[in-house]
């Protein structure tokens, strides 16, 4: 099997207007991913549209009522390689009625790009407050800090001192460290400094934006952690047997494993062994995090599971949780939540109704502070603990212990409402 480059997901994200399609469109464009002539039309297309400018861009906001509006609306997913990994650049809304966009992406991100313009009076926004801190309640490591627009002030090595500064006393605030984090002094419109080095700024001796984005770390595999492999099919191949589909999230599979499948059709978990591996049509012997297989077992019916399970190891089982305490993000809400509400909660590969037990704090998104004590509602833009009972048992983990299996959204109606994690539980035994 041809061994792939490292592949990283990298979401852009930032205040509306500050540059971040733009800042998208040039680096997809400077590293050839978008050619000559497809640039020329978009250019035609936003001088048509009266928006001189934003041809770069149109490259992510190909919906029709963007360009016209020249703003972003869903998420835009792009392949692009550097000579090191390949990464999927996931474009996210700054706008605040889009918010909920870009929390799926920042929740499927290793890392982000926050771009801040360095304009007078623009530099730290609302929006920047939010989603640096959204950024980090969901988990995504890594952090790139795009100082743009810097053709606006002249290039002015003092201004990019004073936005870099604001910057990072914000980061400070969600315990992420300005010292391990890559500050580009860059004019997107231009390509300065995204892959060509800037002729205007000497002063500055930082990487350009691409250079930044292939310093990134590769993430870790959690291989040390417990197996956790959520299912994401069940097929009957006959000849094989039962053939379960999904991606190991984190350990490892082998083939000759025990393993349990949680919860299984009687809630109490099914036993079986491992008899093969396939990944892309091979057989291989271990599946690591990150590899989507298919997988034959011995000891298990197809009606014994189902999308949602987990597979594990049976002395490391997955937790099966009856009740759950989690930290979440109202983000879209048409009213206001209040205890006693029932939506959807989506956990790795399962969709469970839960309700909302009892509301217990709202939280200051930059301190984590209690900002009231079992409040009656919480509405959009509120940070909150609460108390959930999934209608029926639900594999959940906390964040301390396997933060890949914590995370999850909340959809109401066609909507994702919130996104959170699980901070803490109540385990069912599974005897």
């Known amino acids: 099997m041809a061994k792939q480059k490292p592949h990283l997901n990298v979401v852009f994200i930032g205040h509306v207007d500050h540059g971040k399609s733009t800042t998208v469109g040039r680096l997809l464009y400077d590293s050839g991913t978008v ?3 497809t640039m020329r039309k978009l250019k035609e297309k936003a001088k048509e549209l009266g928006k001189s400018g934003f041809e770069f861009a149109f490259v992510m906001d190909n919906l029709k009522e963007e360009q016209e509006r020249g703003l972003t609306i869903d998420l835009a997913h792009k392949r692009f390689e550097t000579d090191k990994y390949y990464f999927t650049i996931i474009d996210a809304p700054g706008h605040r009625d889009f918010i909920k966009n870009m929390i799926t992406g920042a929740s499927q991100a290793d890392a982000a790009v926050l771009v801040v313009s360095a304009n007078r009076g623009e530099g730290v926004m609302a929006q920047t407050k939010e989603h640096i801190f959204l950024s980090r309640t969901l988990g995504v490591g890594q952090l790139i800090v795009g100082i743009n627009k810097m053709d606006m002030v002249q290039y002015d090595q003092k201004r990019f001192d004073e936005v870099k500064a604001e910057v990072s006393a914000l980061l400070k605030t969600v315990r992420y460290n300005p010292d391990e984090i890559q500050f580009v002094a860059m004019a997107s419109y231009l390509g300065e400094n995204v ?10 001796k930082g990487p350009t934006l691409i250079e930044a ?8 595999k959690p291989i040390n952690l417990p197996l956790r492999l959520p299912i994401q099919d069940v097929y009957n191949i006959t000849g094989i047997g039962v053939v379960p589909v999904g991606r190991v999230e984190t350990g490892q599979m082998k083939v000759g494993d025990k393993v349990i499948a949680v919860p299984g059709r009687e809630g109490k978990g099914v036993h079986g062994e491992v008899k093969t591996i396939e990944m892309h049509h091979e057989t291989i012997d271990i599946a690591e995090p990150g590899d989507n297989i298919g997988f034959n077992i011995r000891g298990i ?10 597979i594990g190891h049976p002395d490391k089982a997955p937790t099966l949780a009856t009740e759950f305490t989690a930290q979440i993000a109202i983000i879209n809400h048409p009213t206001v939540v209040t205890a006693g509400y ?3 909660f989506h956990v790795h590969t399962a969709q469970v109704a839960c309700q909302i037990l009892s509301i217990e ?3 200051n998104p930059a301190t984590g502070e209690t900002l009231q004590e079992k409040p009656d509602f919480i509405k959009n833009g509120d940070i909150a603990v609460v108390k959930v009972k999934p209608t029926t048992p639900l594999v959940i983990e906390k964040q301390m212990d396997i933060p890949q299996m914590s995370r999850f959204a909340v959809r109401d109606s066609g909507a994702t409402v919130a996104a959170g994690m699980c901070i803490d539980l109540v385990k069912k035994e599974l005897k």
């Open 361 to 363: 704090k709202k939280v």
């Open 195 to 204: 892959k060509n080095r800037s002729e205007n700024m000497p002063w500055y």
């Open 213 to 220: 984005i292939n310093n990134l770390k590769q993430p870790d």
């Open 35 to 37: 050619d000559e002539q």
């Open 301 to 310: 019916a197809k009606q014994d599971i189902t999308r949602g399970d987990v």
């Open 342 to 344: 029932t939506p959807v």
